[in-house]
């Protein structure tokens, strides 16, 4: 019974942040807002991966890039309608997720951070300097956006951050969902715990593994699909290691393994980092580095925990 | 033919040298604190900015220069372990850590560069070569400041292996890496022990950044590309392994040089990584690390 009042009191939150822009409908904020809620999906993606099953991953720009990729290089090329691009690139994604969960079932702790951290290099060193398939450094631009929305500038902007926010939501309810009401979510949670107490236990702890780094790819491209068709720009620096460190630092600030902790945090991270901006570009960066650091030393729970008392 | 082998040869070797002594003292911290210091590159970078610092603006000699970075680098990294490692370490006490250690040391990676960045700005800093010419060898030719890094690093290494191996705090680093609950039986204060060795992998890595400076310039992200590759340099070795960092580091380097008669050169850095995803999934202990059971 504790535990449900944080937990409603963070979804609440993330409501209302969503709402906000409808009071402050300026195409500024609402394009902040919509690369926030890209961030928060991004966020409680990663969470679902590392912070709720214990798999963790120091590459998940990497997913985010090539669900980005994907969308972008599927609309110019193949003239795929944006519409399907989304779950094209969130498939494309989850498949090499469930790829790369292959050699992690072996590793642990250290060595599957720096794996994982390799494989997001290799994919931005690809990215790079393939040039016929990701149009190399310059990235992959020129190609259509959703079709079908209002035509006006502040119409637009505001049609665009209520398809994304949608489809963020969406995908972060989803994400929740199974972590908390399904096997599969208990799977998850026995496997961060102990996975050889729980494969003992006759948990399938390979199987669930493959599925957790699978959900997490396909919701971290996801948000990468989303990022593509608001940005109209791909280009290789979306899978660079600055990517996943924001994104571990939202994820600690607001609470690992809850995921709506993560999208939290990310959401007023990201608030905090843009207020900041106006002091100075590069001091939310810094801002960033403190916060993970303080975080992960004194209140290793992050806001999630610090709303249960702890 | 020979021209160019020997050439990619003395690149690979040289290019060898300064992996070795970022990749030894990543090693040595993963080898005695079980944390890998992912802001290792930063400050690779500081060293970099200190050798600017004392050679272009206070007009040192590059000898002086070098080495003042170094032990600058070094004095800045005994704090890493009171302020950082320690208090995280002194609050899980037994528990296990997951992955905070390693969000730890990224979260300083993020401070310390945008703290580079915001002090001392995006640009390139330049740095005057240490030693000018060329060693004419005839079918080749080597710039002396190339043979500089790896006689430096070659020396340093050498230092540092012999400190392990007869000083009393060299000891009791390598008692702290074997078994940190006999060496404190042995009276071997824990605490300062990694203090010392945070302070000598993070000094390595800052000699590094200085002895490279006239050749990568000096910008606060300078130090990034490398510590990936040295993580898969350490991998590939055996984590915690010293002499396996050392014989990791010319293979991968060598591999590099020599790659690209076969590959372009835009695909040299994948070659780091693919070899130590190799490296995981048919030999997990490195090259010469010990069997371990995961």
């Known amino acids: 019974m504790r535990a449900r009042l944080p937990r409603a009191a963070g979804w609440t939150a993330l409501a209302a942040l969503g709402l906000l822009p409808a009071l402050l409908p300026h195409p500024f904020v609402l394009t902040l807002a919509t690369q926030a809620a890209i961030w928060a999906l991004l966020a409680a993606s990663w969470d679902l991966l590392s912070g709720y099953t214990g798999q963790i991953s120091f590459g998940h720009a990497g997913f985010f890039a090539v669900g980005a990729y994907a969308a972008a290089a599927a609309t110019k090329h193949a003239g795929l309608s944006p519409w399907l691009g989304l779950p094209f690139g969130a498939a494309v994604a989850g498949g090499l997720g469930i790829l790369a969960g292959f050699p992690a079932l072996r590793l642990r702790g250290h060595y599957l951070a720096l794996v994982t951290l390799g494989l997001a290099e290799i994919i931005r060193l690809v990215a790079q300097n393939w040039l016929e398939l990701t149009g190399g450094p310059f990235g992959i631009h020129d190609f259509a956006s959703y079709p079908g929305l209002p035509a006006g500038p502040l119409a637009l902007r505001r049609a665009r951050y209520v398809v994304t926010l949608g489809v963020a939501a969406a995908a972060v309810v989803a994400m929740a969902v199974v972590c908390t009401r399904t096997a599969a979510g208990r799977a998850f949670r026995a496997i961060r715990e102990d996975d050889v107490l729980a494969a003992s236990l006759g948990v399938n702890t390979t199987a669930y593994k493959l599925l957790a780094f699978g959900l997490s790819a396909a919701f971290g491209g996801l948000a990468g699909t989303l990022y593509a068709y608001d940005v109209q720009l791909v280009s290789p620096s979306v899978a660079s290691a600055a990517t996943t460190s924001l994104v571990i630092g939202m994820a600690v600030f607001g609470g690992l393994g809850t995921i709506w902790g993560p999208a939290l945090g990310a959401l007023l991270l990201f608030a905090v980092g843009e207020a900041l901006r106006f002091a100075g570009v590069v001091y939310n960066l810094i801002a960033v580095g403190l916060v993970i650091m303080v975080f992960v030393i004194f209140l290793p729970r992050g806001l999630a925990g610090l709303a249960r008392g702890r | ?294």
Do not use: C
């Open chain 2, 1 to 294: 033919m020979l021209e160019s082998l020997l050439e990619f040869a003395i690149q690979g070797v040289v290019l060898g040298g300064l992996y070795a002594l970022f990749a030894v003292g990543l090693s040595l911290i993963f080898g005695v604190l079980d944390v890998i210091n992912i802001a290792h590159g930063e400050f690779f970078a500081l060293g970099g900015y200190l050798a600017f610092a004392g050679i272009v603006l206070l007009r040192w000699p590059a000898g002086a220069g070098v080495v003042a970075a170094a032990i600058g680098t070094g004095l800045l990294g005994l704090a890493v372990h009171p302020l950082l490692l320690g208090p995280l370490r002194r609050r899980l006490g037994r528990r296990p850590a997951g992955p905070l250690y390693l969000v730890l040391t990224l979260g300083l990676s993020t401070f310390l560069q945008s703290t580079l960045l915001l002090a001392a700005g995006g640009e390139y800093l330049r740095v005057p070569p240490h030693v000018r010419g060329v060693l004419d060898l005839g079918v080749t030719a080597v710039a002396y400041q190339r043979l500089l890094v790896l006689g430096a690093a070659v020396l340093a290494l050498a230092a540092l292996f012999a400190f392990l191996a007869h000083h009393r705090q060299g000891l009791a680093i390598r008692a702290v890496a074997q078994n940190p609950d006999a060496a404190q039986a042995m009276g071997i204060p824990l605490g300062r022990v990694h203090t010392l060795t945070v302070a000598l992998g993070v000094g390595l890595a800052g000699l590094g950044g200085a002895l490279m400076a006239p050749l990568f310039n000096v910008y606060p992200a300078v130090g990034f590309p490398l510590t990936i590759k040295a993580f898969a340099i350490v991998i590939v070795g055996g984590m915690g392994n010293l002499a396996g960092a050392l014989l990791a580091s010319f293979v991968v380097s060598l591999a590099e040089a020599f790659s690209v008669m076969a590959i372009p050169s835009e695909w040299q850095n994948l070659i780091a990584f693919v070899v130590m995803i190799a490296v995981l999934l048919l030999r997990p202990q490195g090259l010469l690390g010990r069997a371990v059971v995961r």
